[in-house]
Structure formats: C-alpha cells, structure tokens
C-alpha cells in the first residue's frame, strides 16, 4: 500500500523558513514522481512543486520559484520542501502526492497533509 506522511509544519513569522518532508511508507519511489500541492483558506488546491525521482528534474508554480527547493533523499525514501522567506499568502495546508508514472502528472496517494501558517 502507498503511503505518505507529511511532517514539518508549524507557525512561522513572514520572511522565515520551514522545511516539510513527505516520507514515502510500503514503497520505493525511485520510480515515481512527487509533488506538493498546497491548500490555503477559501482557497482551490494548487500545485506548488514536483520532483521526478529517477532523474532529478524539478518544477516550480511562478508564486513559489526562487523561494522554495524540492529535493530527495533516497536512503531516506523521503522527499523535502524547503520554503524560505514565507508570506502570508504561503499559508495553507500542504500536502504531497505520488505519480506512479513518474510524471508529475497524474497523481494518486495522498498524505493527510501538514499545516503552515505565515504570520506577518
């Protein structure tokens, strides 16, 4: 069964850093590709970031780019977010997600998703 945990969340005042993980449980993802989407108040889910393990490649959404790095571990099975210089607009409940076909695009499992709050 694919699993994912999101973890790293918290409170954080604007300009500050957080660093979420999504740690990939019952599968190795190295032929997968996993994204952050994010949800925020009132708002539609959106697509944040996505990495394509077996390769490296990396996509960034346009509010995110230059601020926010994906990257993987393999030994940990555990993909990273690293957000700096948060704004409030950055708050929202994050989640990540697997594609099996290592696309980053057509994404199945979900975690519970990991709550961040960028106070200004």
């Known amino acids: 069964e694919v699993q994912l945990v999101e973890s790293g969340g918290g409170l954080v005042q604007a300009g500050g850093s957080l660093r979420l993980s999504c740690a990939a449980v019952?599968?190795?993802?190295?032929?997968?590709?996993i994204g952050w989407f994010r949800q925020g108040p009132g708002k539609e889910r959106e697509g944040v970031s996505c990495?394509?393990?077996?390769?490296?490649?990396?996509t960034y959404s346009d509010s995110v780019e230059g601020r926010f790095t994906i990257s993987s571990d393999h030994a940990k099975n555990t993909v990273y977010l690293q957000m700096n210089n948060l704004q409030p607009e950055d708050t929202a409940v994050y989640y990540c997600?697997?594609?099996?076909?290592?696309?980053?695009?057509?994404?199945?499992?979900w975690g519970q998703g990991t709550q961040v709050t960028v106070i200004a």
């Open positions: 997600t697997a594609d099996p076909l290592g696309l980053c695009a057509d994404f199945g499992s």
């Open positions: 990495i394509i393990i077996n390769d490296g490649t990396t």
């Open positions: 019952g599968f190795t993802f190295d032929d997968y590709a």
